[in-house]
């Protein structure tokens, strides 16, 4: 079965810190791959996606993503975190015969100190 | 804001009681989804709605049965539920369903507590 797996859980940086945030899946033929974001008492939105051509993917709130199919590997990054940053962090993929669906990873709590 | 709208935004029902969920979209989406997240838990999908047809049901119990009226509204009726059933109750559109198709964007969620 397909997964995907955040392995940080919480992650705590100070204001200007660079962020890399890691996100593997588990699934051998063609994904599409997300990272959503979940402000404190918000909805979930979309930073950004990938589905195909350039694997270095610029999202909105100076966000990146880059996509290394060998390593099966979509691993979010920001150069420099800003307190409003704060958030939880939900990588996700939909790949293969079951297009329909979202499957998310676990997610990571990002605590920006000011 | 978010341009799907789920309401109620705080719903607390008995274990007896029968209440629904409503969800709303005008972006000429016609794919609609309910997922559900537990506390400090991914979302986990629900039901998939495709041009107002259930074309996805993941094992869901029939306490919870879904509703399409029309293309910009998806219901989920609730009865009966037991206490494990407390949630945050998602809705998600996307164009359609399909590779190539996603994004989907999210409501806020009805924040569900059985009692």
């Known amino acids: 079965a397909q997964s995907v797996s955040q392995h940080n859980h919480h992650v705590i940086l100070s204001e200007a810190a660079s962020l890399e945030l890691g996100c593997n899946y588990s699934y051998g033929g063609t994904v599409n791959l997300f990272w959503y974001v979940q402000y404190p008492g918000q909805h979930l939105q979309l930073l950004l996606k990938y589905f195909s051509g350039d694997p270095l993917v610029k999202g909105i709130k100076g966000f990146e993503a880059e996509f290394i199919k060998s390593k099966f590997s979509f691993n979010l990054r920001k150069p420099s975190v800003q307190w409003s940053d704060t958030a939880e962090y939900f990588c996700a993929v939909n790949a293969g015969d079951s297009s329909y669906k979202l499957i998310f990873g676990s997610g990571t709590r990002l605590l920006v100190r000011p | 804001d978010t341009e799907v709208t789920q309401t109620p935004k705080h719903l607390v029902m008995g274990m007896t009681n029968k209440k629904s969920l409503k969800c709303e979209q005008h972006m000429g989406h016609r794919a609609m989804y309910w997922y559900k997240q537990k506390a400090k838990k991914p979302p986990e999908l629900m039901f998939v709605y495709s041009y107002e047809k259930l074309s996805i049901n993941e094992s869901v119990p029939s306490r919870f049965s879904p509703e399409c009226p029309n293309s910009s509204l998806l219901n989920l009726h609730l009865h009966a539920l037991q206490p494990e059933d407390s949630a945050l109750y998602l809705c998600?559109?996307?164009?359609?369903?399909?590779?190539?198709?996603?994004?989907?964007?999210f409501g806020d969620g009805t924040r569900l507590s059985i009692l």
């Open positions: 998600a559109s996307s164009q359609v369903i399909g590779v190539g198709n996603q994004p989907q964007h």
